[in-house]
């Protein structure tokens, strides 16, 4: 049952039975069908984040989030910080990908700064 659910809940319980179907083979196409239609509004969002740094997250439920209207600025430099990444609405199945992702983003501003 997935009524009710937010977006990531839905994603990983897709993703769960996407699992479930490509270890036993039983309607693979149809969990793989549902996997690609219900995540593709997530990655649209994804890209317009990475790409074009827009955040539109009618629903406050996407990972990223901006912070207020107000951006934070580091003291000691000319470093501005307007998006926050919030670890509780990570789907699983993409966890390892962001969290690198972030990792990766903080080591090229450490040697930038």
């Given at each position: 049952n997935i009524e009710g659910?937010?977006?990531?809940?839905?994603?990983?319980?897709?993703?769960?039975?996407l699992g479930l179907a490509m270890s036993s083979g039983i309607c693979l196409n149809t969990c793989e069908y549902l996997m690609q239609i219900a995540s593709k509004p997530y990655f649209d969002m994804i890209f317009e984040w990475i790409y074009n740094g827009i955040v539109q997250d009618h629903n406050?439920?996407?990972?990223?989030?901006?912070?207020?209207?107000?951006?934070?600025?580091?003291?000691?430099?000319?470093?501005?910080?307007?998006?926050?990444?919030?670890?509780?609405r990570i789907p699983t199945f993409l966890q390892n990908v962001i969290i690198n992702y972030f990792c990766l983003l903080i080591i090229r501003l450490v040697i930038k700064y």
């Open positions: 659910n937010d977006t990531k809940s839905i994603l990983c319980i897709l993703h769960d039975k406050d439920e996407f990972m990223i989030s901006k912070i207020c209207d107000s951006q934070f600025y580091n003291k000691n430099h000319s470093l501005k910080i307007s998006h926050i990444l919030i670890d509780t």
